[in-house]
C-alpha cells in the first residue's frame, strides 16, 4: 500500500511514516517509480509504534524493541537481550511512577469538583 493509503488506515500524518522510516522503525519497498510500498503489516507496526511513543519510549528505545515483539497480536518474540530486559525495566518503573503522579492528579482535581459542586471532599 501506498504511503497515504497507510498514513489514512493509521491515523498517523505521512511525515510521520517518513520519519519512522528514517529511524529504522518502518520498512517499505519502493515502486519502479520511487513511492514506498509497505505491506499490510505496517498498519500493526505503526500501530504499535503508536503505542510506545504514548507510553514515553523514544524512537531508538522503539528500534531496540520492535524486534522483540510480533506486530500482530503485540506478543514478545524471544530475541530480547539482557540489556534491553534492562532498559524496559526501568522503562515500566518510569511509567509507572507517571501513573501514580497521574492518579494524585485527579484525586485533587476529584477534591475541587466536589468542592466546587458542593459536596464535601474525600477527607470529610
Known amino acids: 500500500m501506498r504511503i497515504g ?3 489514512r488506515r493509521t491515523g498517523v500524518s505521512e511525515r510521520s511514516l517518513r520519519y519512522y522510516g528514517t529511524q529504522g522503525l518502518l520498512a517499505a519497498e519502493r515502486t519502479p517509480g520511487g513511492h ?3 505491506p499490510e503489516g505496517a498498519v500493526d507496526r505503526v ?3 503508536q503505542e510506545f511513543y504514548a507510553a514515553g519510549l523514544c524512537s531508538s528505545k522503539i528500534a531496540d524493541l520492535l524486534p522483540c515483539v510480533r506486530d500482530a497480536d503485540g506478543g514478545p518474540s ?3 537481550t539482557p540489556s534491553l530486559v534492562s532498559d ?3 522503562e515500566r518503573e518510569r511509567i509507572d511512577r507517571k501513573i501514580d503522579e ?3 492528579s485527579r484525586e485533587v482535581l476529584d477534591d475541587v469538583i466536589a468542592t466546587a459542586a458542593g459536596g464535601s471532599t474525600r477527607g470529610d
Request: aromatic letters at 6%; zero cysteines; hydrophobic letters at 50%.
Open 102 to 104: 497521574l492518579r494524585r
Open 36 to 38: 514506498r510500498d509497505y
Open 78 to 80: 524471544a530475541t530480547a
Open 5 to 7: 493509503e497507510l498514513a
Open 88 to 90: 524496559l525495566t526501568l
Open 47 to 49: 500501530i504499535r509504534i
